[in-house]
């Protein structure tokens, strides 16, 4: 199993709903409890430099400006997963949502990515 995998992409309407997924495989903690992990999602929009917009750790939940108040990032370790709930979507949403470790590279290896969900808003 891959060490990261994304889900729950999708073509959705401008303003409408969609909650991404992704799963830590167990073999690719190296032995620590997914809880331990301060974990992010980032996105790659065309043309555009991959970009952080939200984390979560024991200290709290972190957004950037262009999701704040729309978007929600939770986990449930028990399952080593981590959600994105995205709400009000804009067509700037439009990318591709990958899940990682924040800062980037502490579960599958340093220049490790997923091969991330794509994310569609149209009007």
């Known amino acids: 199993q891959a060490p990261l995998v994304e889900s729950g992409g999708g073509v959705v309407q401008t303003g409408g709903s969609l909650n991404l997924s992704c799963v830590a495989s167990?073999?690719?903690?190296?032995?620590?409890?997914?809880?331990?992990?301060?974990m992010g999602w980032y996105r790659r929009a065309p043309g555009k430099e991959r970009e952080f917009i939200a984390n979560?750790?024991?200290?709290?939940?972190y957004y950037s400006d262009s999701v704040k108040g729309r978007f929600t990032i939770s986990r449930d370790n028990s399952r080593n997963m981590l959600f994105l709930q995205m709400n009000a979507l804009k067509l700037e949403d439009t990318a591709v949502y990958y899940c990682?470790?924040?800062?980037?590279?502490?579960?599958?290896?340093?220049?490790?990515w997923g091969q991330g969900t794509q994310v569609t808003v149209s009007s």
């Open positions: 990682n470790t924040n800062p980037p590279g502490r579960i599958g290896g340093r220049n490790y």
């Open positions: 167990h073999y690719s903690l190296g032995g620590a409890a997914f809880s331990a992990y301060d």
């Open positions: 979560i750790n024991s200290g709290g939940k």
